[in-house]
């Protein structure tokens, strides 16, 4: 099946403690739709400026992306420059510059209308909202944002979560969002919205899966040697979740089970790993389905325990 | 099988963005000797002073906890007080009196010096030092650190570890000791020291169990409703981890399995979520094994996922 999303590609300057890259490909669209390609073809919507590297698009057209939608306009590709600190988890963005993402109305091309899954990545909830208008059809809908959002465009991202499946949220967005302290009756109160599931980004302490009908799950992360750039790793973690997701045949009901959606989420944890092992899509680009099979197991492993205990054994 | 410990006993005033409670039940060894006493028989080895509630001390008699290593000396009980953030995983310690601490060496009865475990809570290294030397035919010995020893007394610390089975470490409390932003890299550092087994405490987020023969397992924790006061989760995980292994008969070798290790690791979690669902102790007071057992299996349930998969299902 195939994977619409609409997001930000950019050229992004990054300083960890230990090193730096600059003006590398970013964005949230440029890391899902390398990760999600892994799994099935992505129907890509975004736009970059005259400046961009041809390389980048080289390197989409020879995997399953079609960039029939990326608009490419005159003028400046987004930017983004962050500096993180000694815990990785935690980073400043030092600039912004919007470029050609200022006037960007996105834009489906009709050939992109039978996408079975669609991501709204992060980018203001009002262009997400045009684009659940042009692609109504879409058999599950996938939802990131960001705090900016949160902060400036509360009403806007509720109208757009009221019509959606899952959202993807990190822990301190739901406590935002939601204004709870409680993790836990944040998410109830975002289930009150409509959703299915919403799946909380823990950053390097993985994943929490609820269900509208109250089960969680808890998906282990895969305890990395060396991080060398976190970004993009929730971006990556959807591309992971969704790609997997577009490999699986929904039941009778047209739904996936739970076990479907708690493997999609193993996915997202594998993939957001692999990805803060290099700087922007550096290990993605390398990633094979061997890899990821292998971190699979690793994790299964690394989770297990015995369901049955008694004392003295 | 019996456990001894040594660590703090303490009145604690502990303020959380909701709520205040004062001069109540706290110190490691408290939490430890607390949850552990569900188990199997505590000794405990710590000091009071003559200002410290009666009801304490009642409250433990009911329970298999022998107090004969218990010192009662003229002065203060040791105080602490200590204020929570909104992200209940952070704190600030306000106050800090040592009271009777301040020239407390601990004394191993006669009849402790049969136990089977034994467990050196947060307190200086040269007196958990003073411990092992009394106490050097436990089949299994645990310790638990903080920032403070790492930070003033760390070569102490050293010489302590060097003689320990299992570190009890937080994520932070790693990176501070090695010296190394990697967690897995400090964690490997910490094996060159002896150890067998450490494990690395994530607030909220669980624990993670490394072995030195390089396997991991990563632990779910339980997502709570309302977190009313987190002081005490890590002596309580500690009482939950070794009371769960104080019920388990070793191998032929002496030595517990990994997957002895990881069942204690889980309850651990467990009684560390519990805890902090009151101020001090006032959860574990009447929490019963079949709490126990039943959050048992809703952990299994929501960390299991399907170990295998391939495309379309």
Redesign the interface.
């Known amino acids: 099946m195939s994977i619409l999303v609409v997001g930000s590609v950019a050229l992004d300057t990054v300083e960890t403690?230990?090193a730096r890259a600059e003006e590398t490909l970013g964005g949230a669209a440029s890391y899902f739709t390398t990760a999600a390609s892994l799994?099935s073809q992505v129907n890509l919507v975004a736009v970059v400026g005259s400046d961009f590297p041809q390389e980048h698009l080289e390197f989409w057209r020879k995997r399953p992306v079609n960039l029939a939608g990326l608009q490419m306009c005159e003028g400046r590709t987004f930017r983004w420059m962050a500096r993180y600190h000694?815990d990785?988890n935690a980073r400043d963005t030092l600039d912004t510059q919007l470029g050609v993402y200022a006037g960007f109305h996105p834009v489906i091309p009709d050939e992109y209308r039978s996408s079975d899954l669609l991501f709204l990545a992060n980018i203001q909830p009002e262009l997400q909202m045009e684009v659940l208008e042009q692609a109504h059809t879409a058999r599950l809908t996938v939802l990131d944002t960001m705090e900016l959002w949160i902060v400036t465009a509360h009403a806007q991202l509720t109208e757009v979560i009221k019509r959606v499946d899952i959202l993807l949220m990190s822990e301190e967005e739901v406590r935002q969002y939601t204004g709870r302290?409680?993790?836990?009756?944040g998410v109830r109160h975002l289930f009150d919205l409509g959703l299915k599931y919403v799946v909380v980004k823990?950053g390097s302490?993985?994943a929490?899966l609820f269900s509208a009908d109250g089960?969680?799950?808890?998906?282990?992360?895969y305890?990395?040697?060396?991080?060398i750039d976190p970004t993009g790793a929730g971006d990556a973690f959807a591309g992971g979740f969704l790609g997997?997701l577009s490999?699986?045949?929904p039941g009778a009901s047209g739904q996936y089970s739970v076990?479907?959606l708690?493997?999609g989420v193993?996915h997202g944890n594998i993939i957001g790993s692999f990805v803060c092992e290099d700087f922007s899509i550096g290990r993605l680009r390398v990633l094979t389905m061997d890899d990821v099979a292998e971190r699979?197991r690793v994790l299964?492993?690394?989770?297990?325990?015995?369901?049955h205990?008694h004392?003295?054994?």
């Open positions: 403690p230990f799994y000694m990785m302290a409680s993790l836990v009756s823990q302490y993985g929490l089960s969680f799950f808890s998906a282990p992360t305890p990395l040697e060396e991080v997997y490999t699986v045949k076990e479907d708690r493997r193993v699979y299964v492993e690394c989770s297990h325990f015995d369901p205990w004392f003295g054994g």
